[in-house]
Each structure stands twice: as C-alpha cells, then as structure tokens.
C-alpha cells in the first residue's frame, strides 16, 4: 500500500473537530457545502449526510461530534501530559481508567472512527493479513492491527482484554497486538453462566485487574474521584433507561440515528459530565419529537431489531430505514444496556463490583457466553427486547467474524418465530468492511424483506 | 495381527469391537471432545470415555443448516456425525467450552432431536490464576455429580487413584514412543503413530496400554523408517486423520513429532500420584501444556513447541490450521516468526478438515518448503 501520509488519530479528531463545528442552520445546498460533500468519499459522504439532513440528528450529533472531539484530542497530548493510554474491547467498561485519569480506547471504538480517514479502512484490513493475520478475524480489531504496522497508530502503553468466553477472535487479538508489538497485556474471564457465583468470579477477576493496573501503571485510585465518575454513570443510565422508554411507544420518537452514538458515547465516555450532557441531549430531542408525534418516514411500518451487530461502515442506511422506508430501528444487540445496574456508590469496594456486575451485562459478554438458551444469554435477551421494544422482524447482518453467533443464529431466530411469531432475515456481510457485501446490496436484501412484511 | 494392525483396525471403526466389548457388558460409554476434560473421572465410574472426531464424515449437509460455513470443518463433522446418527451408540457427551466453534456445536447438538441422554458441558476458565482453578475444581465436582447422579453410580476414591494410575501408564507409554521416533531411524512413520493416538482415545485406556506395550516390543523388529527423509514437526488445529500427514510423508518427509491436542498435548504432563488423586487431577488437567484458547500462555506454548523441536531433531515445521480456526491460525501466525526466529524453518498451512480437505492444493506448498529445507 503507498503509505498515508499523518497520523490516524490526528486526522480522526480532525474530521471530529470539523463536524462539530459545522453550524446548526447549515445549508446543505450552499455551494461551499455541496463542493465540500463532494470531496468525501462515498461511504463517508452517506454517513455524513445522515447525520447532517435531519435538524433532529444534527442536534445529538454536534455534541456527539463534540465530546468526541476533545476526548480524541486528549490522546494527541497523552505522552506530554504523562497519562497512560489503554486500549480495550468493546465490552470492557471505561469508568475505571477515567477514575484512573488514564484514557482508554475502546478498540472497536477506533476502528469505526477510523473509517472517516481519507483512504479508508481497507488498506489497513489487507496489510494485517499480509504480515500474519488470519482474514476470519473480526476487522474492527484488524483495522487497529493494520495501523500498528504502518506505524500511523501509537502503540498505548496498555492492552486489557475482557472477551474471553465470549468472542475467541477477539481474545486472540488482544494477544497477536501484545505479543507483535510487545505491548503489557491483562485479561478479564468471563464465566459461562450468569449468576451470583458467577458475578463474584467476575467481579474478583475484574479488581485483580483494578490493582494489577495500578501497579503497572503507579495510578493511584481515589475514592472520591471513583465516586464521581460512578455517579456520572449512574445519570447516564437513568437517561438512557429514559430514552429507553420512549423507544417503546409505537411509534417509536428516538431518532434511528441514535442507536449508534448511544453506543459509542457509552463505550468511551461514560463516567464523564460530557457522556451525561450527550445522553441528556438525546433525551431531550426524542422528547421534544415525541410531543410532536415525530417518527419515521413516511410513517411507522416496521420495527426492527438487529439480533446482534449492526453496519458501521456506513450509516447511511439508518437515515433510509428512517426516511424512505418508514422502519424504526428499536433496538440491537450493541445498543442493550436494558440490563445496566445502577451501581451502589457507599465505599470502593461496592463501586468496583457495580462496574463489574455493568460490565458483565455488556454487549457479546452477556449474550454470547455461555450457551444460547441459558438465562440471561442470547434467546432471553432477544424474547425480552423483541416484546418490550414491539419488534416485527429481526435481523442478523452476519458479520463474518462473530463464529459464535453464527453457530447459534438459526436456533435463536427459530425460536423468536415460534415463541413471538416474529421473522428474521439473515444476511452476510462484515460492519466495518464495505468490500464483503456493497451497501447497495444490503438495501436490495432488506427491501425485499420488508416487502414480505408489510 | 500386530499391535499396530489392531489399533489401526480401532482407529479406522467408530464402533469398534473394543466398544462393542464393552457396551456388550452393560457398560456406558460418554463421548467427549477436548483435552481438559479429566477423562479419569468417566473411567473410574467404569464409563469409557470415546473421544468425539469428525473422521469419515461425508459431507456435512445436516449440520451445515445449523453450524455455518464460518463455522470450522472440525466442528461441522462432528455434528454432521451426531445428527446423522452415527454416535448414537453414546449414552452421552460431555464437551469442553474449548473454542466459539465447538461450543456452538454442543449447543446445536443438545438442542437437535439427536440430543444423548446426557449432555453435559463442562465450562473451563481461559486463564490460569488462582481463582480460575478453584472454579475449575468446582465444575469438576459439578461434573463428577453429574455424572453419578445420571448414570447412577460413583466414582469411588480407590478406582480414581487406579485410573490416574492407568492413564499415566499410558502417557509414559506414549513418551517411550516418541522418544523412539525422536531417535534416528524412527521405527514408525507419523501417519502411523497419529493412528495409535486416535485409537488410544476410542478404546479401554487398560488395553490401549497393553497394545501399547507390545508395540513397542514389535518396534524394536520392525524395519526402520531410513533416515534420509525431512524430519518435521506438526501443530496447529485439531488433527487426528492419518491422511493429511500421509500426504506430506508421501513427499519424502518424516513427521516425528508434534504438538497436537491428539498427540503430545493430551499425554506430555503426567498427574501427580502421590497426593489426593483428585485434587491432582484437577491441577494436571487444568495446567497442562496450554491449548491456545488459554490467554497469556503463548510463551508457554512457544517453549513447548522448541523444545520438541529440539527433541526430535526436526529440520522444520509445519503449522497447519483449518480455515476459520482462529485459535490456532493467529498463534500460527506468531509461532512461525518465533519459530524461524529460532532457526526453524517454518511453514503455514491452511487447511480443511474431513471431505473438504483439499490434499491437491497443498501438496505443490508442502513440496516447495521441503525443497527449501532438504538436508
Ligand atoms: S463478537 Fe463479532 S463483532 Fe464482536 S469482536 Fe467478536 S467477532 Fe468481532
Ligand atoms: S479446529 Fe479450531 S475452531 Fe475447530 S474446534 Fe478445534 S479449536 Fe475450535
């Protein structure tokens, strides 16, 4: 590949910083705003679009963008300011490193956001498996391994893996970067089942890792400073549990866009004032539609439930469910925090164990442990979503990498239909790389399923 | 016939006299699937432990509509064997949470009409600290319980100090046997000894060990494999058919040893018979050399890997892996940087299990490394 030219993170907080900055009365058909879409590749041009059509969506998105922003900004001056930098998967909470006044990098995070540089995500995808990588591995971490190799990614000073049980090629991943590029790795198992016993084993594995990182690392936690994080954590999720609520509705207010910053702001930044000001954002918007019996396009037909993952690599698909083909996205795997505790904040050791019983009920960790009719597992999850959120019809985008969900999904969907009479469509493809199956072909795939519906 | 006639005959029939045998006497045979399974616990409740392969699997048709094509061909024919009948000779299994493949495979089993009487899965921690082995030890005696309370019996202290006793025979059985192949002028060729390996798994651990004995008597008569040939070793995914290593040995090679879950994975560590034989099975069973789903082990398995390498002599390695394993495919990936680091030249392999092994496409890669590396 010819080599880009500047670092990765620096060019994603740029493209952070520039859509945070665009004004909200933007005109999209002013000639600088049109030149400027022009210059954008097509899947971030559809994305930006997206977000940038719907006053509504702009809203959440400019304090979104925002947070973001700043919070990537922070990983520029890192080394300078002497803070440690951890990167982490997508089910392993980041309260603990804000506590910590570390910056964690939630790996999956980097990849999505990486898909708004120039050059996309691809070469990087492609040079992970030339060096050694096997292709069946998930891409939102190969992308990351990619970048390592070229050297447009900083190594961070520390890997913590928390996926053991539930996902191999995540685990084997957080083992490849450490062992490749000598990076100090942790690991957090997780149980096959989902009790007190259970909890305990968890909860004691994950305060191994609290210590072991503050004897790597010399951080020192405090309690209060843990407290306030906590207790941000406990706002966010008061409000999301509201936002939650109103998603329930038929039809449903919450803007199909939300699903994915949702996500992200709760992979990243929850613990910090800056998550609760998002999630208070997104409560008010949905709120406010709500009052205005605003909804999907041209009116609410179907509502979908993504079984698990959805697509990152580009998002225009959500604003077409919304505004062409009158679907509400109620609901997926990796916006399903329906199970978050609200954590008890009397002494650390009660905090510690909240962030663990969190993290336990965290997106894969919960539903892909264990076996796929155990309590509290994967079928559980989909029976309760489907009927709290009135789901018509599931979808599983079969990303290629998830071997564990893909060994179960026909069960699941089996049983959806037989117990809730509910459908689902199974496709292939992969979230974050566009080449396995075209956006356009995905829309194709849908638009014949939702014909069988209405 | 001879001892190696006899385990070649057992490891060819999946319902094999030794079974029959057994079975005949009204005793129940468990099938089970991964090497942290404490095999000793079925035998001392006088159940056979039959290890479940995917060898002669067809095709996989029947299980292709529930484990998927990004699911391993391992674990698809195993299941493809479970739902079209062919273990039902089983009074159950008992799986391992080895890997997401195999794991959803005993999922799609347990819920399929095909489902045994006793389907039991034993949950194994992925790391090795301190607590993990006291959950460990629980789920063996949740195991154990299981186990007495379905079939009715117990496993009586005395018979388990007698089992540990039987499977460490046959570990020191198996070692004598690769330190002969270490030698020059291996009495066996490797497809052979992997043939011994998976007919140690489907039979009576107490004849296995008498079959055993005498084919090591027979090895020092037999005609020396000469020693001109490529010494190698194999490792990587799952591997227990005699074929793919017939296929390299047919290109003027010599495996000698291994580091495979049939093979020296499963019988390098002995139990220690001195104290409680089943706290000692656990601590065996739990810490033996590491399968690549454990996290923060790769060192270990790097150092086991060089040292049989060293022992055997080997002139390379070959890494194989089955396509979406990605278990062993990423270790692979590493060991062949540490391998060669270390002077061995090293080659990656991927490779299907079962009918859709392609022996054609690798044969012209497999040939090009032994050209590479030839004495
Ligand atoms: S569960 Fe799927 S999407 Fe998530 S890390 Fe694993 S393979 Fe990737
Ligand atoms: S070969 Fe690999 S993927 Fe298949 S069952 Fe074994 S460890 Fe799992």
Redesign the interface.
């Known amino acids: 590949m010819s080599t880009p030219k500047a670092d990765a993170i620096e060019r994603i907080v740029e493209a952070f910083e520039m859509a945070s900055a665009l004004p909200e009365d933007m005109d999209l058909e002013s000639p600088e705003m049109k030149a400027l879409i022009e210059m954008m590749p097509e899947s971030r041009r559809n994305t930006f679009l997206a977000m940038a059509k719907d006053p509504d969506v702009r809203k959440m998105s400019a304090v979104f963008n925002r947070c973001l922003g700043i919070y990537w900004r922070k990983l520029l001056s890192a080394k300078d300011e002497g803070k440690k930098v951890v990167f982490v998967p997508f089910n392993f909470a980041p309260e603990i490193f804000h506590a910590l006044d570390m910056i964690p990098v939630c790996v999956e995070v980097l990849t999505t956001m990486a898909l708004t540089l120039e050059e996309g995500i691809e070469p990087y995808l492609d040079l992970s498996v030339e060096r050694?990588?096997?292709d069946?591995?998930c891409s939102a971490q190969r992308a990351v391994i990619g970048l390592f190799e070229t050297g447009l990614l900083e190594k961070p000073d520390l890997l913590v893996?928390g996926a053991?049980?539930s996902?191999?090629?995540n685990?084997?991943?957080f083992?490849?970067m450490a062992?490749?590029f000598n990076i100090p790795?942790l690991?957090l198992?997780?149980?096959?089942?989902h009790d007190k016993r259970a909890l305990d084993?968890y909860a004691?594995?994950y305060k191994?890792i609290v210590k072991a990182i503050q004897e790597m690392t010399g951080a020192k936690l405090d309690v209060d400073r843990l407290r306030e994080v906590v207790e941000n954590t406990n706002r966010a999720s008061e409000l999301f549990f509201e936002i939650n609520e109103l998603k329930r509705n038929v039809p449903n207010p919450v803007p199909n866009y939300y699903n994915m910053h949702h996500t992200g702001m709760k992979l990243t930044m929850v613990g910090t004032p800056d998550a609760v000001e998002y999630y208070q954002t997104a409560l008010d918007v949905s709120k406010d539609r709500f009052k205005r019996g605003k909804s999907v396009l041209p009116e609410e037909r179907i509502r979908l439930l993504f079984l698990y993952t959805g697509y990152y690599f580009d998002n225009s698909i959500y604003s077409w469910f919304q505004e062409e083909m009158g679907v509400s996205y109620v609901m997926d795997v990796l916006t399903a925090f329906d199970f978050n505790p609200l954590i008890d904040t009397s002494s650390v050791d009660s905090m510690l164990y909240g962030l663990a019983e969190e993290m336990l009920n965290l997106p894969m960790t919960r539903q892909l442990k264990?076996?796929?009719?155990m309590p509290d597992n994967w079928l559980s999850d989909m029976l309760y979503y489907a009927r709290t959120y009135k789901a018509d019809c599931g979808v599983f985008t079969g990303h290629?990498?998830c071997?564990?969900a893909?060994?179960?999904?026909?069960?699941v969907a089996d049983e959806l239909k037989r117990q809730l009479g509910i459908p689902s469509l199974r496709l292939e493809g992969d979230g974050w790389d566009s080449r396995i199956t075209p956006m356009s072909v995905i829309k194709d795939q849908f638009e014949e399923f939702f014909a069988t519906l209405l | 016939m001879s001892a190696l006639e006899t385990l070649a005959e057992v490891s060819a029939t999946r319902l094999n006299s030794f079974v029959s045998k057994w079975k005949s006497q009204g005793k129940k045979v468990v099938g089970y699937v991964c090497t942290y399974l404490p095999e000793e616990i079925l035998y001392a409740a006088d159940i056979l432990p039959y290890r479940i392969t995917g060898k002669g699997a067809a095709d996989t048709s029947l299980a292709d509509s529930y484990l998927t094509r990004v699911n391993c061909t391992f674990s698809r024919c195993c299941l493809e064997l479970a739902f079209s009948g062919q273990y039902d000779f089983l009074d159950g299994a008992t799986f391992v949470n080895g890997c997401d493949h195999i794991r959803r495979a005993f999922d799609n089993w347990r819920s399929h009409q095909k489902a045994l009487p006793f389907m039991y899965i034993l949950p194994v921690p992925h790391l090795l600290s301190p607590e993990a082995l006291v959950w460990y030890k629980e789920e063996v005696v949740k195991f154990k319980e299981a186990i007495e309370g379905h079939f009715g019996t117990t496993v009586d202290p005395q018979k388990l100090k007698e089992a540990v006793s039987t499977y460490n025979e046959s570990r020191k059985l198996l070692r004598r046997l690769y330190d002969l192949q270490a030698g020059t002028e291996p009495p066996l060729k490797g497809s052979e000894v992997i043939t011994v390996l998976s007919a140690g798994t489907a039979m009576p651990k107490g004849e296995f060990n008498t079959l055993l004995r005498k084919l090591l008597e027979e090895a020092g008569t037999r005609k020396r494999v000469p020693d001109k040939k490529t010494r190698l070793l194999v490792a990587g995914s799952v591997l227990d058919d005699a074929e793919f290593i017939e296929n390299v040995e047919g290109l003027g090679a010599l495996v000698v040893t291994d580091a495979l879950c049939f093979g020296t994975r499963s019988f390098w560590d002995l139990t220690d018979e001195t104290g409680d034989a089943f706290d000692a099975l656990v601590n065996r069973y739990f810490n033996h050399v590491p399968c690549p789903r454990m996290a923060g082990e790769y060192p270990r398995r790097m150092a086991f890997l060089k040292e049989q390498a060293a022992r055997a002599h080997v002139d390379g390695a070959i890494l194989e892996h089955i396509k979406f394993c990605d278990l062993h495919g990423t270790d692979n990936a590493l060991l062949k940087r540490d391998l060669e680091k270390a002077g061995i030249a090293t080659l990656e392999l991927e490779r299907q299990y079962g009918p859709l092994a392609d022996a054609g496409r690798l044969r012209t890669r497999i040939q090009a490394f032994l050209e590479r590396i030839r004495r």
């Open positions: 050694g990588l096997p069946t591995m893996n053991l049980g996902c191999d090629p685990s084997k991943a083992e490849y062992e490749k790795v690991y198992d997780i149980p096959f089942y084993y004691k594995g191994n264990g076996g796929w009719d290629t990498a071997k564990q893909w060994g179960v999904y026909r069960l």
